[in-house]
């Protein structure tokens, strides 16, 4: 057997790679996040299939799963929210499985900020603008972060920053993040991206956390700062560039 580790994307059903179709149509177990999760997105697993909603499971009774399921000889699906590079534990949950000999592998997913960036209709890198891209989050009731990770050290830069898990601290964050980009900032916010109850919020440092309060988001959201996010004007590619050398192909 096998466990699949599979993106579902940020949401929406149709955003799913037909890989991760493939698997979850194969696998009589599925594992998933219900946080994030929907029944369109389960639906394309088996009718008699055994699914697993992670959302009240800690580490233990999710590898208890996976456990159970490879002494059954059941391959299965792991759902996890946007990519699996991303928040994902993947790195906690596949130690457990090298430990046990159970054999893994990872499907990506659309990951939430790239449906974010698509529902705004911005490109995150526009020449002489940005041309970097900060996914991070911030600290709450969660894990440390790293030395030398801090929200002001990011964006010192100037890059385009992409905030996870962050949506109730967006005040306080506006406001730090006012320091380096100004109060004049572009910023967004996008709930559920790409769900059928979507929401983007779209301002300035100034007044996003304004909106984001008075729209009562908790959770699920992405939130989105820098020139590039408001579609600053910047220079042309120089890769299309008519004067750009070219070769011939024979």
Known sequence: MTVHFIGAGPGAADLLTLRAVEHLRSSPVCVYAGTYIDE???AHCPPNARLVNTAQLDLDAITAELVGAHERGDDVARLCSGDPSLYSALAEQSARLDAAGIPWDVTPGVPAYAAAAATLRVE???PEIAQSV???RTQARSTAMPDGESLSAFAATGSTL???LAITRVRVLADELTTHYGAD???AVVFHASKPDQLVLTGTLRDIADQVESAGLRQAAVILVGPAVGRTPGAESHLYDAERPRGTQG
């Open 134 to 136: 900060v996914l991070t």
């Open 162 to 164: 992409v905030l996870h």
């Open 124 to 126: 995150l890198t526009v």
């Open 40 to 42: 369109a997105i389960l």
């Open 185 to 187: 900032c572009p910023a």
